[in-house]
Nanobody, 119 residues
Framework: VQLQASGGGLVQPGGSLRLSCAAS????????MGWYRQAPGKQRELVSVISGGGRVKSADAVKGRFSISKEFDKSMVYLQMNSLRPEDTAVYYCNADHSYNLEVPGQFWGQGTQVTVSS
């Protein structure tokens, strides 16, 4: 299974970015997909994940600013990031699993895409 993330980049504070992630090579459907991030010197942390049934789990730091959506029939997940802040700067990793469990990271990871919020 491969997860290919795209959409990262440099944006000014208050700006927006949309991340996309596509899963390929999966024989069975992905039932949970989402995003984690890791800032320099910090541990990887949850951003937002979504299950096949539409259940969402998000970090408090991004609620009201980030929105996750899915097209699981296409093995795709998206993260719309609005009102970006410098503290959102991190490498964002796509994550996926065949289970519906959102409480732990899935077994599959993408290569990461850099998001930098700076003026």
């Amino acid at each position: 299974v491969q997860l290919q993330a795209s959409g990262g980049g440099l944006v000014q504070p208050g700006g927006s970015l949309r991340l996309s992630c596509a899963a390929s090579g999966n024989r069975f459907a992905m039932n949970a997909m989402g995003w984690y991030r890791q800032a320099p010197g910090k541990q990887r942390e949850l951003v937002s994940v979504i299950s096949g049934g539409g259940r969402v789990k998000s970090a408090d730091a991004v609620k009201g600013r980030f929105s996750i959506s899915k097209e699981f029939d296409k093995s795709m997940v998206y993260l719309q990031m609005n009102s970006l802040r410098p503290e959102d700067t991190a490498v964002y990793y796509c994550n996926a699993d065949h289970s519906y469990n959102l409480e732990v990271p899935g077994q599959f990871w993408g290569q990461g895409t850099q998001v930098t919020v700076s003026s």
